[in-house]
T-cell receptor, first 115, second 112 residues
Framework: AQSVTQLGSHVSVSEGALVLLRCNYSSSVPPYLFWYVQYPNQGLQLLLKYTTGATLVKGINGFEAEFKKSETSFHLTKPSAHMSDAAEYFCAVSNSGGSNYKLTFGKGTLLTVNP | EAGVAQSPRYKIIEKRQSVAFWCNPISGHATLYWYQQILGQGPKLLIQFQNNGVVDDSQLPKDRFSAERLKGVDSTLKIQPAKLEDSAVYLC??????????FGQGTRLTVV
């Protein structure tokens, strides 16, 4: 079984400030980890993913995340927030093998960026 | 490359009525997923197809929900009869490789 916990359902930052969205996972096998962003009335867009290899993963729009196995974490960061980053962010986990590739999502974190 | 297409975008129905959603995946993608996203929650997988076969439907409420993917391309998801708690956004996604999922814009269903 796999699960995701996103700490903080709502995060508010000032424009130009550091963005940190927290994600912890549980998986019985080596996980694949993902961050998706959802803008109002839109579908989910992939920001970045970790499968194997380098644990620091860079994504679109200046976001990055680091896989820390010892902490079972995959936190999302961006050095400087922009107004356009305001959206809901979802962390997700899947199994690393087999054909039944199933994404399990966290409950999401709503990011607000204040001017 | 065209993305995942879903229709309708919005639907309002009364409880106990039936409703159907349509999804056209990205061309060539063998895997198709239907997710349910209730307000304030993350998406939950309802059913996964590999070509036209079902891989996982363990969280599909089979007494009222059904889905098919004829010819391994388009897919429809049906609810009959609908309940108030079915109000949600229904997201379709497709993937051509393992660990790949591209999402459509979703269908927002309101049951009154």
């Amino acid at each position: 079984a796999q699960s995701v916990t996103q700490l903080g359902s709502h995060v508010s930052v000032s424009e130009g400030a550091l963005v940190l969205l927290r994600c912890n996972y549980s998986s019985s096998v080596p996980p694949y980890l993902f961050w998706y962003v959802q803008y109002p009335n839109q579908g989910l867009q992939l920001l970045l993913k970790y499968t194997t290899g380098a644990t620091l993963v860079k994504g679109i729009n200046g976001f990055e995340a680091e896989f820390k196995k010892s902490e079972t974490s995959f936190h999302l960061t961006k050095p400087s927030a922009h107004m356009s980053d305001a959206a809901e962010y979802f962390c997700a986990v899947s199994n690393s093998g087999g054909s039944n590739y199933k994404l399990t999502f966290g409950k999401g974190t709503l990011l607000t960026v204040n001017p | 490359e065209a993305g995942v297409a879903q229709s309708p975008r919005y639907k309002i129905i009364e409880k106990r009525q039936s409703v159907a959603f349509w999804c056209n995946p990205i061309s060539g993608h063998a895997t198709l997923y239907w997710y349910q996203q209730i307000l304030g929650q993350g998406p939950k997988l309802l059913i996964q197809f590999q070509n036209n076969g079902v891989v996982d439907d363990s969280q599909l409420p089979k007494d009222r929900f059904s889905a098919e993917r004829l010819k391994g391309v388009d897919s429809t998801l049906k609810i009959q009869p609908a309940k108030l708690e079915d109000s949600a956004v229904y997201l379709c996604a497709s993937g051509g490789q393992i660990n790949e999922a591209f999402f459509g814009q979703g269908t927002r269903l309101t049951v009154v």
